[in-house]
């Protein structure tokens, strides 16, 4: 599975981007996948999750301005991000994996896509 993420970019401090990450393979959409960010000198945090049955998870801190959807096709994924904060600067990855143990943790996924970097400014 080839993951390719899109949509990042710079906007002003309560206001909205979308992220899509598209992903290859037959069997993509069986595939869990997640969202993850990342700020130099820190380590990758966990933004959310689409399991491929349809449930989606979120971190608190983008819980209620975050949203995590998939597109027909399922091997599609977007993220949805409203009411931005100059604290969810960072880059963003999506991952996949086909069976996800515990979303939270970066080490369960089996496949990464590049990042793509946010800025948010105040």
């Known amino acids: 599975v080839q993951l390719q993420a899109s949509g990042g970019g710079l906007v002003q401090a309560g206001g909205s981007l979308r992220l899509s990450c598209a992903a290859s393979g037959r069997t993509s959409r069986f595939y869990d996948m997640g969202w993850l960010r990342q700020v130099p000198g820190k380590e990758r945090e966990f933004v959310g999750v689409s399991y491929s049955l349809g449930t989606t998870y979120y971190a608190d801190s983008v819980k209620g301005r975050f949203a995590i959807s998939r597109g027909n096709a399922k091997n599609t994924a977007y993220l949805q991000m409203n009411s931005l904060k100059p604290e969810d600067t960072a880059v963003y990855y999506c991952?996949?994996?086909?069976?996800?143990?515990?979303?939270?943790?970066?080490?369960?996924?089996?496949?990464w896509g590049q990042g793509t970097q946010v800025t948010v400014s105040s």
């Open positions: 991952a996949a994996a086909r069976t996800l143990n515990d979303a939270t943790n970066s080490g369960s996924y089996d496949y």
